[in-house]
């Protein structure tokens, strides 16, 4: 073979620019059809309009038009009250490729990669030929900034075709950013109206306001007044670290003893946890970092996996938590008139790859919702809606992994995504969210955090079923008791008048039939209380005695309005009530206000007894005699175990709800 060949193979090897590499890959951001490109084209621009109002700790108010040109050209406005953007930084902001501030912040940002809103420029040129055009204003400044902007991607950096500076009135400060673009737009699931309801569910503090291209005005009001606290940087936590990564740290820290690096590189690393992984790793305490080796940095990740570590700090994280879960819910999905709203579920912290992450789960059942087809599933990452590659997505494979039908969904063969009248969210919330792929449509199946979904999900599982069991008791008891009630005192009466005697009193034999004890709460809010009410009606044959329980905020009811006192409250938010002697066909009342609590807050009362046969409840769960409220919560663990271990009809308690002794 002659050697020329190679020299010739030499000359044709060339370095391309990373702009280019994505002009001709356009579908790896998200730009694969013209449907999902006007989306992305949307969706890019929304996410860092978000990010910059919340840094700026401002509601976000947002306005998007969609406008179309002609056959598939659109033009796209997204319009924000930000702080703005200085001047010199706007060309690079959306006009170069792996520009940004967020790639190395170990922080929660919907924005990760610094390509999104730079990707939509470069697709608009690329389709019709048309530059972007960026307004921007910033507060301390009278006038705007504008200019139109096209990506060289030779170079990966900005072309200014035009600027001027511009009177924007009414406007203190805030972005304009508009792009032409090819693209279709269709409604249904995954639409630029379905990307913004879900922006707006997990982001209750922002008024959304969409123009679409048949014209009128959509309004997605905020729910929620409070803007999200700002997120802190953070180090890396140890659990999880790679090997490779921790040779790099090593290699350019500014630490001279590996005490030092441990504690300074890593959070909850103190000096007094770095000398214990030091020793356990055999490795000198006083040794520069930059002269570990390999099997010295495989020690120091062994030994960090026995030590004891704090859990990963939260203020690097921004989750919606569970009341603003429900409040967004609520808002966005009120006109399908749930059933019922299941007490959303906010894990712990835990950790992958040095990354903290939260899960959260919510569940919409009931109302509008059709039971003959799968349930809905929302997901969501960094507040941000994943509206493409459902199927890949770890969310997805851990709703499938479920049993739903230990929980009341129907689900064929105990796998895959369940039927029924439900809406499942979940809400990932990372410093790095694992996405399969550039255009960040769906989550990694990392083991840690699928564990955690599944967890999540069985949790706020548990509460549905709960609801469903009571729900489902109610209602077979009161068929049965409206029978009862009808048919008993008909038969007294005629045969009464057939033997001519008196109607008898009859309330003995009803309650010898029913032999129940029947628990019936209510909540109405009115005037800005709930209203709260507990009955316990006794239909058995005898005295009945037993304590009641209730999860309710107790600092928060008008004592004034208390008809019965408690025996014991605890943590502010727990209560029970002594019920002695309750005789046969007698009522026991439990009635009282909330004041100053907000109305998607408590929309249900948790009610629990103690010390009264199962078997003789309704309307109510019934707690072991044997589980300590010391505890008040049963481990996570032994929910799990007993939900496996169950049979299919069983009762899953909710984990979060109190588990109270009977202690009489």
Known sequence: MSPSIAHELAKKQKEISVSE???????????????????????????NSLDACEDAGALPDIVVKVEKIENTEYRVT???????????????????????????????????????????????????????????????????????????????????????????????????FQVHVKGKYIGGKQSIFEYLKGVAIVNPHAKITFMPPEGGTIVFERASEQVPPPTKEVKPHP??????????????????????????EFSRISYRVAREICDLAGVPQDQDPQDMTLEQAGGILEAIKK??????????????????????????????????????????????GGNPFIVEVGIVY?????????????????????????GACAITQAIEAVDWRRYGLEQRGGQGIPFGPAIVLVHVASTKIPFTSE??????????????????????????????????????????????????PMIAEKSAKIVGKPVPDIAGTITKIMNVVWIE???????????????????????????????????????KTLKAKPIETRDENKATWDVKRLGSTDVFELAFDLKGVPQEQYDESEVYVSGIDAASVIGCEVLPGDWDLEHLRITEEGVAEEAEEGEEGEVDYDEGAEVINNED
């Open 21 to 47: 590499f994505f002009e001709k890959n356009k579908q790896i951001l998200g730009f694969d059809s013209l449907t999902r490109a006007l989306i992305t084209s949307v969706k890019e621009p929304v996410d």
């Open 78 to 176: 997204v319009e924000d009250n930000g702080p703005g953007i200085v001047k010199n930084q706007v060309p690079n902001v959306f006009a170069r490729l792996l520009y940004g501030s967020r790639f190395h912040t170990r922080a929660q940002r919907r924005g990760q990669q610094g390509i999104g809103v730079s990707a939509v420029v470069m697709y608009g040129q690329l389709t019709t030929g048309k530059a972007a055009k960026v307004r921007s204003k910033i507060s301390d400044e009278e006038v705007a900034y504008e200019c139109e902007l096209i990506l060289d991607t030779k170079k990966n950096k900005p072309d200014k075709i035009t600027e001027d500076f511009v009177i924007w009135d009414n406007k203190p400060h805030g972005t304009s």
């Open 239 to 264: 659990e999880g670290v790679e090997l490779g990564e921790m040779l790099s740290m090593a290699k350019y820290t500014e630490s001279r003893k590996m005490t030092s690096f441990l504690n300074t």
């Open 307 to 352: 030590v004891k570590i704090m859990a990963p700090e939260t203020d690097c994280l921004s989750p919606i938590g569970e009341t603003l879960i429900r409040k967004g819910l609520k808002n966005v999905l009120g006109d399908l008139k749930a059933d019922f709203y299941a007490p959303p579920v906010t894990r712990d912290p835990r950790v992958y």
């Open 366 to 390: 009931g109302g509008g919702l059709s039971s003959e087809e799968p349930v809905q599933i929302l997901r969501f990452a960094n507040r941000v809606p994943l509206m493409y590659q459902q």
């Open 439 to 488: 255009s960040k449509e769906a989550v990694a199946n990392v083991p840690e955090i699928r564990e955690e979904i599944e967890l999540a999900l069985k949790a706020c599982a548990r509460k549905l079923k709960t609801h469903l069991n009571k729900a489902a008791k109610k209602s077979k008891t009161r068929v049965k008791f409206e029978i009862v009630q009808d048919i008993i």
């Open 521 to 559: 709460d209510e909540v109405a809010f009115e005037k800005g209380r709930h209203h709260v009410s507990v009955k316990a009606y006794n239909y058995t044959p005898k005295s009945q005695s037993f304590h009641l329980h209730m999860l309710v905020p107790y600092d928060k009811i008008d004592e």
